[in-house]
Structure formats: C-alpha cells, structure tokens
C-alpha cells in the first residue's frame, strides 16, 4: 500500500514543492488503513496545511486508494 500512497502523493508534491514545501511519508499500517505523513518545508509552519491542505490530501488518497480509513499528520 506504501507504493499506492506513494504514487497519489507524487502527483500532490509537486504544487506543494512550488509553494515551498513537501510531504513525507512517515508510516504505512496496512491492517489499520492509517497512513502517517508529516508537512515539511513551508507546509510545516502553513496553517492551510492542517486543515485544507490535509483534507485535499486525505480525500485523494481516500478516493484513490480504499483500504485508506484515516490520515494524520505527526510531528
């Protein structure tokens, strides 16, 4: 799953990238369907990226992978 979730982020990177800042992926619990990431860069101190930024993030990974139940952001 770690590859699918790789994939849909690599198509979010690079608007993140332009604007300064990127994600990464931190874990992967494929039991769970919880998958971890942390803002880096300008995403890291942004306030859109917790609220808007993730919910973008959390839909498209949500929608393009279903075993996905939750996404949350660690520091």
Do not use: H, S, W
């Not at 590859?3 to 039991?31: F, Q």
């Amino acid at each position: 799953m770690r590859d699918k979730v790789e994939k849909v982020l690599g198509d979010i990177r690079r608007y993140l990238m332009a604007d300064g800042g990127n994600i990464e992926v931190v874990n992967v619990d494929e039991g769970k369907g919880i998958v971890n990431l942390r803002m880096l860069g300008g995403c890291a101190t942004c306030p859109m990226a917790q609220t808007a930024t993730l919910k973008f993030i959390e839909q498209k990974l949500k929608g393009e992978i279903p075993e996905i139940k939750d996404v949350r952001l660690v520091y």
